[in-house]
């Protein structure tokens, strides 16, 4: 900083739509968020059900599997925005502006770089790629790399909406970008551009998001920058990354094993009901948004972050538990309204995959407080079993009510052990965070 000039007030560039909040509030951000996530949600389940009408179940299939793809690829997103989001919201409660310059800066290279680099490497292994998973063009693995792209750079900028609690704008983009999704998805396929032109929609999506994400803080970029020591950030990554991977493959390798192991339309119609249970997720993803730097916050002034947790789980299972129980009591009504009748041969697994993407959701709740608070043995638990997931969809997989019930299993055992220890941890005072709180 230069001498003779008054230090800013990182508060004030908290700005965002719900910056008149009571600080610690939880309610208001997460029910923004979670109308924007039933919007944005509503129309990318509008987008696949348009889809699955309007392509042959087997190429609805490849395309549930490409998103599948796009989604893992686009994991390590989940790293950058972390790490943007704990950091920056770390400056902002150390009234340290000049560093949130320098850090937006140095990730913004390193991830382009990153992204070159990946991209260069898609190329080199697209027949490969296309052969594994019977794609039915080499160019959906360029559309493939151009999207896990937007989605790497989205991450850099996300992160710095979230840290400065810009919901209301984090809310506009996620919806927009919805929006972009299912006006091009619906007229390239019109057009007849089949499952390309659907893949193609969803890449310019991750597009549009990357756009709104950039408007309002590039000009921190501009201001004046102060390094601080990336070994931390390094150190943060690490856990980060594997959170990021491990519950991204959770959610998303049973569309790519389904693609693998059956054959025929049973593919397409578990894809149907994969992707309409995962509108359960994004639910405690709302939640979790809010979060992560309320939890942060709270861990900065010296507060205890568990009444923060707490309310956030409750309200969790009290959205997800009301359509959990309607899909349960008519599967086949719900499954054959939104897909039509060839789609009716899943309405069984439908509702396995209700109950554990209820408790994914509630798992993803535990993974945002082990990485707001340094709680690594909850990513731990989820990383384990990520493994277990794999290794047991490689053996029972002769059939989609089995890769059905092992995702229950899983989702069942994980939220359980993420639960004891975080009971455990209350009791005994383990892990890092509890040094500094009674709780």
């Keep these: 900083m230069k001498s003779g000039k008054e230090k800013p007030d ?5 700005n965002g739509i719900m910056s008149q909040l009571p600080d610690g509030g939880l309610v208001g951000p997460a029910a923004l968020l979670f109308t924007a996530t039933v919007i944005g949600s509503g129309l990318d389940f509008l987008f696949h059900v348009f889809m699955a009408r309007n392509l042959d179940v087997n190429s609805y299939s490849e395309l549930a599997a490409l ?6 690829l686009s994991l390590p997103m989940r790293t950058v925005h972390n790490i943007m989001t704990r950091f920056i919201t770390q400056f902002i ?29 898609m190329i080199i292994l697209t027949p490969f790629i296309v052969e594994l998973f019977s794609l039915s063009s080499p160019l959906l693995v360029l559309i493939l790399a151009i999207g896990v792209v937007f989605k790497l750079m989205w991450g850099v900028f996300i992160g710095v909406n979230h840290a400065f609690e810009m919901f209301g704008w984090m809310s506009i983009q996620q919806v927009l970008a919805a ?18 032109g659907a893949f193609t929609a969803a890449a310019f999506a991750a597009g549009t998001a990357l756009a709104i994400a950039t408007l309002p803080v590039l000009k921190h970029i501009t201001k004046e920058r ?3 020591e990336m070994r931390r950030v390094g150190i943060y990554a690490i856990p980060s990354l594997v959170a990021a991977l491990s519950f991204g493959t959770l959610t998303n390798v049973d569309l790519i094993a389904v693609r693998v192991f059956i054959e025929g339309d049973l593919a397409g119609q578990f894809a149907a009901a994969s992707q309409l249970s995962k509108l359960l997720v994004f639910i405690p993803g709302a939640v979790g948004t809010v979060l992560f730097p309320k939890v ?35 599967p086949e009504f719900v499954i054959g309204t939104i897909y039509g009748e060839a789609y009716l ?38 990383a384990f079993f990520a493994v277990i997931e794999v290794v047991l969809m490689s053996i029972f997989n002769q059939s989609i009510e089995q890769l059905a019930t092992v995702i229950l299993l899983v989702s069942a055992l994980m939220a359980t052990f993420c639960l004891l220890y975080l009971t455990y941890a209350i009791k005994s005072g383990d892990g890092p965070y509890w040094r500094k709180h009674s709780i």
Excluded at 67 to 72: E, K
Excluded at 93 to 106: D, F, G, Q, T, Y
Excluded at 304 to 327: E, N, V
Excluded at 352 to 376: E, H, Q, R, Y
């Design 93 to 121: 409660a150390r009234n340290e502006p000049a560093k949130i310059s320098w850090l937006m800066v140095r990730m913004t290279i390193i991830t382009l770089i990153i992204s070159i680099a990946f991209m260069a490497v």
């Design 179 to 196: 929006v972009s999704k299912i006006v091009v998805g619906v007229i390239v396929v019109l057009l007849g551009y089949g499952v390309g």
């Design 10 to 14: 990182v508060s004030r560039l908290k």
């Design 67 to 72: 998103m599948s793809m796009l989604m893992i």
């Design 345 to 382: 041969g899943a309405a069984g697994v439908l509702v396995i995959l209700c109950l554990a993407m209820t408790l994914f959701g509630l798992a993803s709740l535990f993974m945002v407080f082990g990485l707001a608070t340094d709680g690594n043995r909850f990513i731990a638990i989820i």
């Design 296 to 330: 942060t916050a709270a861990m900065e002034t010296g507060n205890d972050p568990i009444p923060i947790f707490k309310k956030a789980a409750l309200w969790s299972l009290l959205l997800c538990g009301a359509p959990t129980l309607m899909i349960a009591l008519m």
């Design 226 to 228: 102060i390094p601080f």
